[in-house]
């Protein structure tokens, strides 16, 4: 069994996003890039069942489309545990573009499981993963909190609306991850980091994918109005305000 | 030309945000001086299918079941895919949730449509075709455009208004039909709550955190839930904790809602936080630091204990109900 996890880096949360050029792109000055959340947690669920001798997974890649800046943040992926990289050499664009990048690495290597994140948390399209299982014609089972292996069986636990799933899935496949699929992300070790080095990273050339949709400006979030303080004596008033004023009572 | 809408149904039965989705394609027809199409699969009866009509859509294409057992992206994919082409679909309409979220990305490989996920308003102009999405976990909006001619939009839950607009729909129902239904997937086991509001259909919410303290303060937290007819959810210390399950967990890694009224009870306001749930309509925090961030992105506040504020606010809506 081998598994490879897509990765996208994202501006650490706690960035506060800023945009130049008259709002038509990101300001990345200062920016804090981390490896978006739920592909953290993909793989490190992938390092759990590869760990477990009795799963058989082989071997745990990574997988990410972007420039070479983005190395450090392949080298984490690696020095937390992954076994190998690939990088297609593009400038991410769209879901799209993106998708038919990831395509390239699966039409290289051959894999079982393909993790994606269930959204990045920069564009926050929740697309790529679906979008990539579509053009490999692979079946994908979206929102996953669970993945375990049962005798060479995928078994996968996916919530739906005021319930969980749990299904059978048949290899290969695009799992879609979202919270619950691992409890902490992994964190590299020191021994992790020095062997990050010497592993492989391959690159790969773009494919020649054009974007659907192009961004044009950025807008901050209107300002809200300032917070009307009810006294904690009486928090009758608050209902009344909520009731006659916001009307959401 | 056509505007479709891909209206999912729960058990045979449409939600409000079933309606919605429909008024949005209606509306947007109207831009677009085109007709709007409902497109249901599953086993919906005829009475059901035309409380769409409420909204104002005049055509419903009803896909039995067929051959399919369950939901199943890659099948579902498919019809809505086939649909849209047989009816020459300029714009395509789903919801930002679970299956839509499944769904629209396979579409759009399809049929090489562009896609913006989670927008919440009509298009911001036609040509070229913009819309504007949340960005950055809500700390931004960008405008995007699509630049193919069959476009797919995902809406999100609670943020267009129904517009009711009585019409008599035709239904034209027949059998899906897959030439060869893919069978990668199959269900073993499904749990299902009932009777519960669920977190992202609720129109008020409340939730708590850490600043709750202990998970034996909760009775009044659901309890205020419970009169209020709405749902609780938590921050995501609280379900690591054990405090809450973690269906109730929201924030950038949980759950992203937008209920008309979001009370923060004990919840200090982290970007994380704040990314789940910005896009409600009123926000009330609770917290007994007045420093709170949480306070900067409320409209309603109240600075104090919630173990004291809480009971106190459950007696009065208690008493504004009777
Ligand atoms: C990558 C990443 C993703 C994250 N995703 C999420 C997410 O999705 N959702 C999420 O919620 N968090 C998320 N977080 C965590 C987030 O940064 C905060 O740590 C978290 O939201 C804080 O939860 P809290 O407000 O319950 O607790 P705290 O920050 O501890 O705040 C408790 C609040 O309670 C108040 N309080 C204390 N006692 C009382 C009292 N008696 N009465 C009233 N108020 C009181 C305090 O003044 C304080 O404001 C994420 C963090 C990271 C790094």
Not at chain 1, 126 to 133: C, E, I, K, P, R
Not at chain 2, 217 to 225: D, I, K
């Amino acid at each position: 069994m081998r598994i490879l996890v897509c990765i996208s880096h994202v501006p650490d949360t706690t960035t506060k996003v800023k945009f130049a050029e008259n709002n038509t792109r990101l300001d990345q000055t200062g920016i804090q890039w981390v490896i978006n959340p739920w592909d953290e947690l993909s793989l490190t669920r992938a390092l759990e069942l590869k760990d477990d001798a009795g799963n058989g997974v082989e071997s745990v890649s990574v997988a990410h489309v972007g420039p070479v800046s983005a190395e450090p943040t392949i080298r984490k992926a690696l020095a937390i545990g992954a076994d190998a990289a690939f990088r297609v050499d593009a400038e991410p664009r769209d879901a799209y573009q993106v998708a038919a990048q990831l395509k390239k690495i699966f039409e290289t290597a051959a894999f079982d499981i393909i993790l994606c994140g269930i959204e990045s948390s920069d564009y926050n399209g929740s697309n790529v993963g679906s979008m990539l299982a579509e053009m490999l014609d692979l079946p994908s089972v979206s929102a996953i909190s669970g993945l375990r292996i049962e005798n060479g069986a995928i078994i996968v636990t996916r919530e739906i609306d005021g319930g969980k799933e749990q299904l059978s899935v048949e290899v290969p496949f695009v799992g879609i991850v979202q919270k619950g699929i691992a409890k902490e992300p992994r964190i590299a070790s020191m021994r992790g980091i020095m062997q990050a080095r010497t592993k492989p990273i391959q690159l790969i050339e773009p494919a020649p994918a054009e974007p659907l949709t192009a961004i044009s400006t950025f807008d901050p979030p209107k300002p809200r109005a300032a917070c009307k303080f009810a006294d904690p004596e009486n928090p009758a008033q608050l209902i009344e305000w909520l009731q006659n004023e916001a009307k959401v009572l | 030309m056509s505007v479709i809408v891909y209206t999912e149904n729960w058990d045979g039965k449409f939600k409000k945000l079933s309606y919605e989705l429909v008024s949005y394609a209606v509306k947007l027809a109207e831009m677009l001086q085109t007709q709007a199409i409902a497109l249901s699969i599953g086993d919906v009866d005829d009475q059901e299918l035309k409380t769409l009509g409420r909204y104002g859509i005049g055509r419903i294409i009803q896909l039995d079941r067929g051959p399919l057992s369950h939901f199943d992206s890659q099948a579902y994919a498919r019809l809505i895919a086939d649909t849209a082409s047989k009816e020459n679909a300029n714009v395509l309409i789903m919801a930002n949730n679970n299956a839509g979220k499944s769904l629209a990305p396979r579409v759009s490989v399809r049929l090489k449509a562009a896609l913006a996920s989670g927008v919440n308003q009509l298009p911001v102009s036609l040509q070229p075709f913009l819309v504007s999405k949340r960005v950055f976990s809500g700390n931004a909006f960008a405008q995007m455009e699509l630049k193919t001619d069959t476009r797919i939009l995902t809406l999100a839950q609670n943020s267009f208004d129904l517009a009711e607009n009585p019409a008599d729909p035709v239904i034209e129902r027949s059998v899906a039909s897959l030439e060869a239904p893919p069978s990668g997937t199959r269900v073993l086991d499904i749990q299902k709550q009932s009777g519960k509001t669920l977190l992202t259909d609720a129109e008020i919410v409340v939730s708590g955190g850490r600043g709750m303290k202990t998970p034996d303060n909760w009775a009044p937290l659901v309890e205020l839930a419970e009169l209020l007819g709405g749902a609780t959810a938590c921050s995501r210390p609280v379900s690591d904790e054990g405090w809450r399950p973690h269906e109730e967990h929201t924030g950038q890694t949980g759950k992203i809602i937008a209920p008309n009224l979001y009370f923060a009870i004990g919840i200090s306001g982290a970007t994380q936080h704040l990314a789940g749930i910005s896009s409600s309509k009123y926000i009330v925090a609770i917290n007994s630091d007045k420093d709170a961030p949480i306070f900067e992105a409320a409209q309603y506040g109240i600075v104090g204990d919630a173990s004291k504020v809480l009971p106190a606010l459950v007696e009065a809506v208690k008493k504004m109900k009777s």
